[in-house]
């Protein structure tokens, strides 16, 4: 009985201290600081145009580092992020953000990091702004804010060339699909029949779409359903793969910020519309993605 | 700062809510935590086992008499050798990669690979936590039990295992608890168990603090449960130790 007691207090205790720790990790906001050793400043040549003085002068913002914008990103998804093999980064979100950055007058950091840590960097104030091919849902607009879109992001199913699945109706029969963890194409897909989806138990998440190919090759999985950009980079690397004709989904990509951090969003999008007017972040989209 | 405080503990039922009782999630988080135990126990039975055949070869070697070396057992000594040192010199994370995207790379039995990559893992453990009761038991104790006309395996089953198996006690329930751990690791290749369901659920309601809280809650009391149970399994051994 004795022992009883003391167990009931130690789990109690237990309880008590995790609950201490939750609150603390809610209590910084804002002033959580990115590991040292994840952080990289990038060697992306500025595509700004020389005329720099058109600073917006939007509300004063501030950013998680005086004088640093911090971009969380997931650089495992070409052509929108991958890394350098000198240990930089670079893509089209990565020049997008340097563009906007410039724009802002501040240095660009590039925190990489898993797609889902990297949507919960900017929620918890780690980052300043999160990159990654983020689709703005409803889901996700109750708790980050968005930018103006800069890119449409269009999902689209990977298959063997032999494979059975020809159609996106076909995708119903696979046994297995295989998608990058926590991206909207798997909440897609392990959604429940009624809803659209066909189950998570004919979903398996893998941490990057990189994985979620090689268990495609492996014959693991059956489809992938991924982003069409890194698709066409993942079939030009694996032969025997293709691309289904029809599209899974057809969204919008955009700049997440931490919920009400509205200074810096208005800046961003300021910076963001004259980059869009002018052409650069077409030309920067142009540079990655060479026509189909 | 109070006020925020305070605002931050009334959310706190609502996040806990859509983690676990909106569209019955609690459910996914039983099944995880299933995949979990089960995988775990199947592990550890395949450990022992292994383990055991490892730590009674490398002890049989050692305690050969000199000058009486046994040409098979130092075969087998040598292969044993080189299991524990490969499993216990790279880490678990990368083993279980390497049986799910290498070895069994066309395997969609996630719960087997976990299995086989845990319970390698654990043999090389166990097999060092029973040499060590085995060679913690007084040699004299087998002589003895030989010269009372005892074969091999008698003397073993009869008079060194009931001995070593109490002192090994300790340090196997403390492999069973790090290997029920480990058992998230297993999350990396895709098996569904309990952190993997957890993962998912915070990626689908952008909150991951309580889904992961709560899955430290059910890992914390499986193991207070088990340290429990061994706890009385240990006090039932000693009862007929002479004080």
Known sequence: MKNFKKLALMGLTAVMSLSLL????????????????????????????????ETPA?????????????????????????????????????????AIADKLGLELVVDD?????????????????????????????EVMDFSDSYATGVQVVIVKEDSPIQTIDDLANADMIGCQAD????IYCSDTPENGGYGA????????????VMALVNGQVDAVVIDNAPAQEFVAANPGLKILDTEFAV???????AKGNTALKDAVNTALGELIADGTVQSIVDKYITAE | MLSEFIQWLTDLGGRFHTAFIEGDRWKLYLEGLGVTVGMTVVALIFGVILGVVVAVIRTAHDQQRLGQRNFLLGILNILCKIYTTVIRGTPMMVQILI??????????????????????NSGAYVAEIVRGGLMSVDVGQSEAGRSLGLGYLDTMRFIVIPQAFKNILPSLGNEFITLFKDTSLVNAIGAAELTYEAMRIGGR?????????????????????????????????RQSDRR
């Open chain 1, 201 to 212: 138990d004919h979903v398996t998440a893998y941490d990057n779409g990189a994985l979620a």
């Open chain 1, 58 to 98: 939007a509300g004063e913002f501030t950013t998680v580092e005086a004088g640093k914008l911090h971009m969380s990103t997931n650089a495992a998804f070409p052509p929108y992020e991958m890394t350098t093999d000198d240990g930089g980064f670079e893509g089209i979100d990565v020049e997008v953000a340097q």
């Open chain 1, 22 to 53: 939750a609150a603390c990790g809610g209590g910084t906001q804002g002033s959580a600081n990115t590991p040292a050793d994840n952080t990289e400043t990038t060697p992306v040549e500025s595509t700004t145009p020389a005329g720099n003085s």
């Open chain 1, 113 to 141: 990091m898993a797609f889902n840590a990297a949507l919960t960097a900017v929620q918890t104030g780690q980052s300043d702004i999160a990159m990654a091919g983020i689709t703005v849902t409803d889901d996700r607009l």
């Open chain 1, 183 to 186: 991206t909207t194409g798997y």
């Open chain 2, 99 to 120: 049986w799910g995207f290498v070895i069994f790379a066309s395997s969609r039995n996630k719960f087997m690979v976990g299995i086989v990559g845990l319970g390698i």
């Open chain 1, 251 to 257: 969204e919008d990509y955009a700049i997440g910020f």
């Open chain 2, 205 to 237: 309601t952008y909150d991951y603090m309580p889904p992961l809280i709560g899955s430290a809650l059910m890992y914390l009391v499986i193991v207070i449960i088990f340290t429990g149970l061994q706890g009385i399994l240990e006090r039932r051994l």
